[in-house]
């Protein structure tokens, strides 16, 4: 019922910039944050970056400084915009929409996109 796509992924060179975008479609009564997760081969899905409803922003140590979190309303879409990438950066990027309601009913979930590949070359 709610989707989430990821678009912006590409190959960089080290020093680089990046804007990763994360489009959200169908019915989303309520939401505790949205996050931007990634997974780099053989490692585990780390946690990159956050904003809350009201706006509020947390972020990796590995990435502070570098990597803006942001959100357009109007669009329901959540940005990540990367600067200054490194070869460490390089991994399978995914948004989070976490603890969803579509509906006053419903239970509180976690949705997920596909996932947008960034690759940093050294």
């Known amino acids: 019922q709610v989707q989430l796509v990821e678009t912006g992924g590409n190959l960089v060179q080290t020093g680089g910039s990046l804007r990763l975008s994360c489009a959200a479609s169908g019915t989303i009564f309520s939401f505790n944050a949205m996050a931007w997760y990634r997974q780099a081969p053989g490692k585990q899905r780390e946690l990159v970056a956050t904003i809350t409803s009201d706006g509020s922003t947390n972020y990796a140590d590995s990435v502070k400084g570098r990597f803006t979190i942001s959100r357009d309303n109007a669009k329901n879409t959540v940005y990540l915009q990367m600067n200054s990438l490194k070869p460490e950066d390089t991994a399978v990027y995914y948004c989070?929409?976490?603890?969803?309601?579509?509906?006053?009913?419903?239970?509180?979930?976690?949705?997920w996109g596909q996932g947008t590949q960034v690759t940093v070359s050294s």
């Open positions: 989070n929409a976490n603890g969803v309601k579509v509906s006053y009913y419903s239970s509180r979930r976690n949705y």
